[in-house]
Each structure stands twice: as C-alpha cells, then as structure tokens.
C-alpha cells in the first residue's frame, strides 16, 4: 500500500522554512535554464520558421550568404523567368524579385549606441513572394520613389522609423511610407525599399540575390537543382527554408555556455535537494520506523519520499516558471553572422520550453530524492524507533 | 580543546550533511568563476603593451563593407602612424564546416604585417619564404600543431565569401598573442582570383607612435574620410574586440544575472544548511552557555564554522573551474570567443571570499537566535 501523498505535502507544510529555501534554490537554476532555452527558441523561431517552402533563393556559386554574394547578373533574369516550375502572378508575369542587400547604421532609441540594420532592395513581386508578411500601418514603397518600409521591430527599437520619417540609406534620403509585420521571421529586421530606385544610385548592373516563387514545395527542389546545374548561370540555388535555417547557427555561444550554466547549476541544486532531503529523513526516523510497524513496505516509503522531493522540485519550476513570465516576449538583439547586421527575436517560453524546464527540475528532484529515500528505506525498525 | 578545533569538529558532525554543502556550494561558486573569468577576459584585460598601440580602421557600417587600398597611404601619411598595414576576413572553409576546422583567416600584405604586429614572432628566413611566394601562407604555432601543419604542407581553403579558392602552401610558423593568431596570406591571392573586390580591403590595423596617440589618431582617420564615399570608423584594438562581443547581444547583462542568481542560489543553500545545522544543537548551545560561554563567543563559534565551510566551497569551486574554463577553452564549440582562457588567482580569491561572504550573511539569522535563546528553553528543547 501507498504511503497518502498528503502525509508528504503536510510534511512539507510544516517545515516551512526549509521546503522554500530548497524551493527557491530550484526555482533559480529552473529561471535560468528557462532564460536560456527562451532565448534560443526565440532564435530558433525567428530563424527557422523565416522562408516560404516554395521559394528558391540564387546566389552566385560558392557564395552562402545574401550579403557577400554580389554577383547574379542582369542579363540572368530572363533565363531564370524562362526556367520551368516558375509561379505566375495575377497578370501572369513570372514570380521572379531581383534583390540587393546593404546594412546601415541606425542610433537605437533607447540610447545604447548604434546598431547595424538590413536593407533589403526588392521589387513589388518579391512582397508577394512573402505572404506572411502583413502590412499593419501606411502603405507599400512605390517603384521608382525613395520610399521604405520598416519591420514593427525596427520601428520600435530605433529612432526616426516612424512614418513619415526621413533615413539616409545610399545617396540619400528614403521617407518610412509604412510598417510592415512579419510575424517573427527573420525579415523582422529589415527595412524594404525598391531596388531600381538603389540600381540608379549605385549604377549597379548586378543583383546580389534573387528570389523566385515555385507553383508548389516540390517545383521549388526542382527548380533549385536547375538552376545550380544550368550551366550558363554560373549561380547556386537553395530553398529559402534550408538557407534560413543554416542562420541559427548564430546562438552556438549562447548554446554552449548556456548548457553549461545549466548543468553546473542543476548539479548545485540537486546537492542542495539532497541535503533537505536527507534532513527530512533525519528528522522523521522514528516516524518512518511507525510506518513500517504499521505495515508500510519498504518500497512505499521510498516511493513516499522520492514523490515528496518531487513535489519539492515540482513547486521550485512552479516558482521558477512564474519567475521568468514577465520576460516572456521581450525582444532582445543579436548580431546575425551572415548579414551582419542586428537580428531581432524575443524570449519565447513555448509550451516546449516550460515542459524541458518540469522535467529538468523533476530530474533534479528524482536525483536529490533518490539516495535520502533509499536510505529511508532502508533503516532498521528497531534502531530507528530507538533513537 | 581549542575553539577553532571545536569549530572545525562541529563543521564535520554530520559529514554527508558538510560534504553535501560544501558540493552545492563549490558548483555554484564554480559557476561564478566561470563567469568572472568571462567578464574578465571579456571587459578587463589591458591586452598587451603592443597591443595598446594600434588601432583598427573600418567601414562605418561594418566589417563586410570594404575600403579602398588608396585610404592605406593616406593614413599613412598622417602624423603618429608608424606603419599601416591591410587585412581582409577571408572566411573560407577548410575542409568542411565542423566547428574544430574553423579558424581565423586573413589576407594581407606580408611585407608590412610583421612591422606592424611587433608582438608577432618568426625566424626571418621563413619571413622571407612567405614574402617571395605569393600563394604562400603562414599559420600559428597553435593552429600548426591541432592540424598537424609542416612547412611546405598545402592548404586548400575554399572561399565563401569571396568566389576564391584558396591554394596555399605553408612558408612559415610564427607565434602570435591571443587574439590574433590564424593564418595569414597574401591579398594578392583575392585581388587576382576576384577582380571584382581588386583595391578593396577589409580594414587596416595602424601602428601609432605611442600609445597616447592612438584616440587623436583614431578621430583624425575618421574625420578625413568622413565625407567620402566610404566612410570610417577607427578604433583602438581593445575597443574592436569588444565590439565583436557586443554583437553577440546584451553580454554584460547576461553575465550579471547569472553572477546574481548564483549567488543567491548558494545564499539560500548555505542559510539552508546553518539553520538545519543550528537547530539541532539547540540543547548544546543552552549547555555551552551554562558552561560559562558567552553569548558573543557562541556567536562566533557558529558564524566561523558557516564561514569556514562556505569559503571552502568557494575555493573548491574555484579550483574545479580551471578545469572546466581549460575545457571550454580547448573545445571547438565555443569557437574563437574562449580561447587562451584562464582563470586567474585573484579570481580565484574572489571567488573564495565571496562564498566566505555569503557563509558570513547566510549563518547571521540563526546563530543570532541561537545565541540569545533562553538557556531553560534550550536544556528542555526535544529534536
């Protein structure tokens, strides 16, 4: 027969000062390693889920990165409208968007200095190629005027992104005709402006990018190995998808030293656990040895006390979860290693994120329980009842 | 018996109790060390006398923007500048993208880079090698030993960023100060492969006259090419490679939080294990004071055994955290952000007296009440 859970959590009433301590030491290394994952999942989020399953990005060959890329030229474009598997537009035109990326400096609003920022040159098909990308406020830039389109994120994050609003990008000035969200992709840190408009500035007979809409997921991996093996573009083609995916490679030093922050935490935490345990147990010798005399098995007694540092460990990611509910959501910034420029994403505790935490903490608990419960167990009635 | 042998005794009457806290505490004062030694190697190191002497001058936007070769002589006909020498991130592969065949490449002008890296050391005739073959390379004695590199060995690095493909052969093995070390070869080898980036560099690394020099020359540079087409930022060495930390985000923030959540989760653990402790002895304390103990000295007894097995755990962890910042350091995944790590003996100590303070706070509460407890109340008290 069971040992009744209530006898456990009585227990843990009464000895009030120790079950928060220990609860709250868990409560800690539970933040911390929620902090941690939050942060990475936001990363994996913005990066991962970044990219239309039916989009295939050209870039020069050999080039991984739209930034360093430079080389699709002009002359390209028919080829590629010309390829088959190409998506058409309502007017059916071809879902083709030459791009061109350039990074400049933005002074964040609040005061902590500049920061780099994507400027991504796009033609009207290329808004198109991004569906998920709604407009909230103002309108889309014009082709042929010197009009941008602002992220939410940068719109809140910098200064002089509101609309109406004047920012130097190139040769001069672009006025913010609009605030577009992209819900939480990658393009969350960009600015958009019309790439014939940059083509005049700079005199630029290239793309550095370019972008074409496939009619489905499958036409787009053919149209992906077309172009890489079409031997008069001299270009790499890639699903969107794949390529953003390969960006989230930018939170390795917070994965690396986060996993050890946590594992050097919940070993800490788990002692401390063994401790209150092992303390319990002291405390209730006699009591335990009762047990017994009144026919509780020696499994039931472990199992009562493995549950009852359960139910510690349990409160601790309770306390720990609640501990870190007012950052959920907050956006912070990083710099993305293939644009070089400032990467957006927020703290995002998924539902993935709090279960990893129960279980760390449960993990913790099972080990902090284990040895005190065993030796519960284990004590002889006779000796116990004397003592 | 002595006090401190009383003390010490106390410490050990329960020792898996002592041993179970003085581990909770050591692994989260390892934590903290850790820590230090990130911030530290991070924000505090001076770099080295050399080091202070130069400054890096950039693209305003970043380092993926190149500059002109032609703003080389122009800085260097500037008052201060002793030498002036172009470098360019290559970033190519090296036979695939695992993390332990990542390394720092760089192309340069291997005729001025030893003139301006006083700090760097290699044997002149392997110097003059690399000097007179231009698809040669040097590697540091460091990255020499992890790839197993000899003179004369070939090096294929196939380019990302540039549509190159690096063919090298190793000249030379220099050493170089943390921080700079990789491989070097000549820009040449990108002017010609690349037509396209032909009289374009990454950035360039400024020897000044003294050390002074270094901000009025860093604001003079910018100043000069401010209203060009490509404008600058120029900044001393220190300060550039903070700022390749400061990419990665809000560090210092990050680093902070985790310092105060250690330390409190060892508070609570230390105050923990005292209270725990205390209130077994209830009666023996009632004893000590019929025994003719004063309250100041029970005070004491207790507040330097908590001191003494909390500073002990932070020694402990200390210790234990050379190991792991030596791991960390040697391990591929953090790539060239841990490198060179170490943690050093004032960190240490800090470490030590932080968990002496936090012995020091955590026991105060209960051996206060333990020592102001009615002595009858104590005799009569059951465990």
Redesign the interface.
Known sequence: MAVPLQYNIRNLLLRKGATVMTALGIALTVTTAIFIMALLAGLRDAFATSGEPNNVLVLRKGSTSELTAGGVSRDALPVIKDLPGVARDAQGQPMVSGEDITVIVLPRTDGTGETNVTVRFMTPTGIELRPRVKLTEGRWFTPGQREIVVSKSIHKRFAQANLGDQIWIGKGNWTVVGIFDSGGSAHDSEIWADINQLASDYDRTYYNSVYIGATDPVAADALKNRVTNDQRLELSGMLETDYFAEQTSTGRPIKFVGVIVAVIMAIGSCFAAMNTMYAAVAYRSREIATLRVIGFSRPSILTSFVLESLLLSLLGALVGIVLMLPFNGMTTGTQNPVTRSEAVFSLRMTPFVVGSAVVFAVLMGLFGGLAPAWHAARREILASLRD | MTLTRFVRKNALRNK??SI??L??????L??LT?MMT?WRAFYMSDGTAESANRLIVRH??????FLPISYREKIRSMPGVKHVVNLTWFGGQYKDNK?ENFFAEYATDPQEVFQVFTDFEIPPDQLEAWQKDRAGCIVDTDLAKRHNWKIGDRIVL??????VNAELTVRGIFTAPPGMSGLYFNNIYIDEGYP?VKGYVGWFTVLADSPQAVSGLAKSIDETFRNSDRPTKSESEKAFNLSWIA????VKAFIL??CM??V??TL??S???M??SIRERTREVALLKTLGFTRGTVLALFMSESIGLAACGGLLGALAASV?VRG?AA?P???L?FQNMKVTLPTMLVATLVGAVVGLVSAFVPAYNASRGNIVDGLRHIG
């Not at chain 2, 305003?60 to 923007?65: E, G, I, Q, T």
């Not at chain 2, 196939?158 to 549509?163: L, M, Q, R």
Request: hydrophobic letters at 55%.
């Open positions: 898996r109790r179970l806290t581990l909770s505490i050591g692994f989260s390892l934590l850790v990130i305003k936007v970043s380092m993926a923007n993390p196939k380019g990302s960023i540039f549509p396209r990419m990665l985000g809000n939080s985790i959540a250690v409190f989760a609570l653990v105050a923990n294990t209270a725990m792991v960390m391990s995944q953090g790539g952000l």
